[in-house]
C-alpha cells in the first residue's frame, strides 16, 4: 500500500467514525467506552465484537437494550466492554449480558447449561449461566450470566502465553515436557515460557512481562488445576486462554466456553 493508500485508508476510517452516533444507544451509561472500542475495530480494520454486533443490528442496539431490559427483567444496562465475538453490557446484581452472533460460543454456552441441569447447580470451573435468548429481527443472541472479577493484564498475559503452547489440551507436548523427569527438559522449557513472556511475538498483541522461575510455575499448576476440573466435567478446553478466565471467590473460571465437546 502507497502513501496515498495509506492516507485514503486513514481519511475513509476517520470518516466512518465520525458518522457513529453513540449518544442515542439507549440506557448504555458508558457511551465513550462504546466508541473508544468501536474505534479501535475501525483503525484496525479487524473483526471484533463491536463491529460484528453493529454489522448485525446496524443502528438499533438502543432498542436492543430496551427488550434486553424488558425480557430480562432489568432496570439499567452499561456498556462495559467487547472481544472478538461480542460486547457485554453490566445489569447490576453481579450480573452480565452479552450480546453474541458465534455459532461456536453459542453451541458451547447450551452445552454448558445442559449441563447445569444435569449437576442441578453450576459446573465446576465454569461462569454459572442463566438464560440465552435468540432475537431472529436482529441474528444476535443474549446470554445472562454471573460477573467474575477480571485478571490483571500480566495474569491474562501469562494464562494466554500458556494456552498457545498448547497447554489447554492434556495430551500435548507442553504437559509431556513439563512433567518430564529430566530436570534439564523440564528447566528448558520453562525458560522458553518465561523468554516468550518477556519478548513476545507480534502476532501475540501482548505486552511483554518479567517473571521469575518460581512465580511462573506457580501459575501454570494454578492453570492446570483449572483445566483438569473442566475436563473431568467434559467442559471444552479449546478457547482456554486469559481473555476467558476470570476470578470468583479467588478461584479461576471460565467463561465464553466455545463449542461442545467432540464426541
Known amino acids: 500500500m502507497n502513501l496515498q493508500e495509506q492516507l485514503n485508508r ?3 476510517m476517520m470518516t466512518k467514525i465520525a458518522n457513529e452516533d453513540f449518544t442515542d444507544y ?5 457511551p465513550d467506552k462504546l466508541k473508544s472500542d468501536f474505534d479501535k475495530y475501525i483503525t484496525t480494520n479487524e473483526p471484533r465484537g463491536v463491529g460484528k454486533i453493529h454489522k448485525s443490528i446496524g443502528n438499533n442496539l438502543g432498542e436492543i437494550i430496551e427488550i434486553l431490559k424488558q425480557d430480562f427483567g432489568f432496570k439499567s444496562i452499561k456498556y462495559v466492554g467487547e472481544g472478538y465475538y461480542g460486547i457485554a453490557f453490566d445489569v447490576g446484581k453481579n450480573k452480565i449480558i452479552k450480546l453474541t452472533n458465534n455459532k461456536d460460543e453459542i453451541d458451547g454456552i447450551e452445552y454448558v447449561l445442559e449441563k447445569q441441569k444435569e449437576l442441578g447447580g453450576s459446573v465446576p470451573g465454569v461462569v454459572h ?3 440465552l435468548k435468540y432475537y431472529p429481527t436482529s441474528n444476535v443472541y443474549a446470554i445472562l450470566m454471573d460477573k467474575v472479577k477480571p485478571l490483571s493484564k500480566k495474569e491474562e498475559t501469562i494464562y494466554t502465553v500458556i494456552y498457545y503452547e498448547m497447554a489447554n489440551y492434556s495430551d500435548s507436548d507442553f504437559w509431556d515436557k513439563y512433567d518430564d523427569t529430566n530436570e534439564d527438559i523440564r528447566k528448558e522449557f520453562i525458560e522458553f515460557i518465561i523468554d516468550r513472556l518477556e519478548s513476545p511475538r507480534p502476532e501475540d498483541e501482548l505486552p511483554s512481562f518479567k517473571i521469575d522461575e518460581y512465580d511462573l510455575v506457580n501459575y501454570i499448576d494454578t492453570y492446570r488445576e483449572l483445566l483438569t476440573t473442566l475436563e473431568s466435567n467434559n467442559v471444552p478446553t479449546e478457547d482456554l486462554h486469559g481473555g476467558n478466565i476470570g476470578r470468583k471467590d479467588n478461584k479461576l473460571i471460565h467463561f465464553d466456553v466455545m463449542s461442545p465437546p467432540k464426541k
Do not use: K
Not at 26 to 30: F, K, P, Q, T
Open 10 to 12: 486513514i481519511q475513509e
Open 26 to 30: 439507549g440506557d448504555l451509561s458508558n
Open 129 to 131: 449461566y442463566y438464560n
